[in-house]
T-cell receptor, first 117, second 115 residues
Framework: DQQVKQNSPSLSVQEGRISILNCDYTNSMFDYFLWYKKYPAEGPTFLISISSIKDKNEDGRFTVFLNKSAKHLSLHIVPSQPGDSAVYFCAASGPMHSKTSYDKVIFGPGTSLSVIP | EPEVTQTPSHQVTQMGQEVILRCVPISNHLYFYWYRQILGQKVEFLVSFYNNEISEKSEIFDDQFSVERPDGSNFTLKIRSTKLEDSAMYFC?????????????FGPGTRLTVL
């Protein structure tokens, strides 16, 4: 039951260039989307989120784009830095404020990003 | 910056033994969660907890699992009789819970090894 998909298991990018990580989802009830970064043997670290009422959210070098009609979101990192090398998880949840709440976060399988100096 | 903490960082136990994993969520958060990640697999939801009761649980969260918030700060996950397949990283998460504060923040995890 793959409700959140990340079809690229890995991605290599040159330092200073743009990293684009993609994510697709199938459940139209999701209304909140998150990106987490994870290093081995550590917990997921929250990076950036977007509500379904928006199509773009930006925080420093990180921008998340949401295309609801395509059920697709992407994370752009620009410029990429070697410290960005980690596994990036796309995640989804919601709706938060209704009786039928998908309170849990559903994670994708992750994309391992390597930024080459 | 406030963070979720978990203890121990690594727990080794014999099959059939009980384990308790401990978490201290962010202090003003209202919703609490446990997730796990078996090596090489996805992070999976186990249970959510709000207002001193379970609000949702996955099919993984069977009768061997229980959660408790024994005081105002700790949130625990108990596995009564561990199985080999319970070996995984267990992550606690918490969320403030009001509109616009939907992000779940995760702890560093407890690595559970069942021998």
């Amino acid at each position: 039951d793959q409700q959140v998909k990340q079809n690229s298991p890995s991605l290599s990018v040159q330092e200073g260039r743009i990293s684009i990580l993609n994510c697709d989802y199938t459940n139209s009830m999701f209304d909140y989307f998150l990106w987490y970064k994870k290093y081995p043997a550590e917990g997921p670290t929250f990076l950036i989120s977007i509500s379904s009422i928006k199509d773009k959210n930006e925080d420093g070098r990180f921008t998340v784009f949401l295309n609801k009609s395509a059920k697709h979101l992407s994370l752009h990192i620009v410029p990429s830095q070697p410290g960005d090398s980690a596994v990036y998880f796309c995640a989804a949840s919601g709706p938060m404020h209704s009786k039928t709440s998908y309170d849990k976060v559903i994670f994708g399988p992750g994309t391992s990003l390597s930024v080459i100096p | 910056e406030p963070e979720v903490t978990q203890t121990p960082s690594h727990q080794v136990t014999q099959m059939g033994q009980e384990v308790i994993l401990r978490c201290v969520p962010i202090s003003n958060h209202l919703y609490f969660y446990w997730y796990r990640q078996i090596l090489g697999q996805k992070v999976e939801f186990l249970v959510s907890f709000y207002n001193n009761e379970i609000s949702e649980k996955s099919e993984i969260f069977d009768d061997q699992f229980s959660v408790e918030r024994p005081d105002g700060s700790n949130f625990t996950l108990k596995i009564r009789s561990t199985k080999l397949e319970d070996s995984a990283m267990y992550f606690c998460a918490s969320r403030f819970g009001l509109a616009g504060t939907d992000t779940q923040y995760f702890g560093p995890g407890t690595r559970l090894t069942v021998l």
